[in-house]
């Protein structure tokens, strides 16, 4: 909750720091844009500490995934804007123990404030947070089906994600493009105990580490 409240308070700060002006600063032409955005996702969510089976040190691999959401832009001065995205969106991971391999998939409703600053006439910067709320995960094992996971079974990752998100966009008339990153800052695991044979203890916590790639469409 610490983390939430520090991520809104560096968000606010950061707007108000946009909305300042001096008297020889004119406002921006630009209007208030509401668009599409769509695009994929590369996830990794690497365990906090050594993870072994077997004696095999366990590393996690990028799982790709999907999004799809609106975005309300709204400009500010300074060549600042506001920006709010509600998205869904599809991350997760995966590793494997011989001979299988296991992914998992988390399926989120994210929402996205970031403060955007219009470098060159085309090119815009932007820094922000994001809360996810878990919808579904599944989970699949080598080459069988993809199975739900819910709480009257097992769940691995935790109901909700956050964390800090820096990325570029480049934007032309009606048409963005849009590269991102996403830095988890809480745990994204519940992290479940797992003993290996030498009877020791591992906490399977993670993080989230997703890079997103897309483009956009304003429709107002």
């Known amino acids: 909750m610490k983390n939430v409240l520090l991520a809104w308070a560096l968000l606010s700060a950061l707007t108000s720091f946009a909305q300042s002006n001096d008297n020889t600063t004119q406002a921006t032409p630009e209007k208030f844009s509401l668009g599409l955005i769509g695009g994929g996702t590369i996830t990794d969510m690497p365990f906090t500490q050594p993870f072994y089976v077997d004696g095999e040190n366990i590393n996690t691999n990028n799982e790709f995934g999907f999004y799809l959401g609106i975005a309300a832009r709204q400009p500010l001065r300074n060549r600042f804007s506001a920006i709010l995205e509600a998205q869904y969106a599809v991350k997760g991971f995966r590793f494997a123990t011989s001979p299988l391999e296991n992914r998992f998939h ?17 090119l815009h910067v932007s820094l ?16 069988g089906d993809w199975n739900i996971l819910d709480e009257n079974t097992f769940e691995y990752a935790e109901d909700n994600d956050f964390g800090a998100v820096a990325g ?7 048409v963005s493009a849009l590269l991102r990153y996403q830095h988890g800052i809480n ?9 290996n044979a030498n009877g020791e203890t591992i906490n399977m916590s993670q ?10 469409f304003t429709i107002l």
């Open 168 to 174: 570029i966009s480049w934007r032309h008339n009606r």
């Open 187 to 195: 745990l994204t695991s519940k992290g479940i105990e797992y003993t």
């Open 106 to 122: 988390f399926h989120y409703l994210d929402f996205i404030p970031q403060v955007e600053y219009r470098a060159f006439q085309e």
């Open 128 to 143: 922000g947070g994001y809360w996810g709320r878990k919808l579904e995960e599944r989970f699949k094992e080598g080459d």
């Open 207 to 216: 993080r989230n580490r997703t890079l997103t790639l897309g483009i956009g």
